[in-house]
């Protein structure tokens, strides 16, 4: 099992920056690819961005390219999503999500992770 715990989330004016951290914890030997997803009130889950474990490859939503980064620290059992030029749209609860089932893949889909965290609310005023 893997546990994960986000963090770094909270209210910011439009074109702030906020960074998000997930914690990992349990059996992180078994994670591959991570990622954030975003809900926004009354939405369907969305991707945001995903990172292998390596750190090698990373994919974004078109909508974050360009402000957001991912990046992971395997030491320490961290992945962060820096997160600049924020806008009001991006108001949303983000969840942290673990894949560890295939190494090779790089997910965007919520099937594709298989550990989630409690999610993190990250309001964004215009």
């Known amino acids: 099992q893997v546990q994960l715990v986000e963090s770094g989330g909270g209210l910011v004016q439009a074109g702030g920056s906020l960074r998000l951290s997930c914690a990992a914890s349990?059996?992180?030997?078994?994670?591959?690819?991570m990622g954030w997803f975003r809900q926004a009130l009354g939405k369907d889950h969305e991707f945001v961005a995903a990172?292998?474990?390596?750190?090698?490859?990373?994919s974004y939503a078109d909508s974050v390219k360009g402000r957001f980064t991912i990046s992971r620290e395997n030491a320490k059992n961290t992945m962060t999503l820096q997160m600049n030029s924020l806008k009001p749209e991006d108001t949303a609860v983000y969840y942290c999500?673990?894949?560890?089932?295939?190494?090779?893949?790089?997910?965007?889909?919520?099937?594709?992770?298989?550990?989630w965290g409690q999610g993190t609310q990250v309001t964004v005023s215009s």
């Open positions: 990172i292998t474990r390596s750190g090698g490859r990373t």
């Open positions: 349990g059996r992180t030997s078994s994670t591959y690819a």
């Open positions: 999500a673990a894949d560890s089932r295939f190494d090779y893949r790089l997910g965007y889909r919520r099937w594709e992770y298989d550990y």
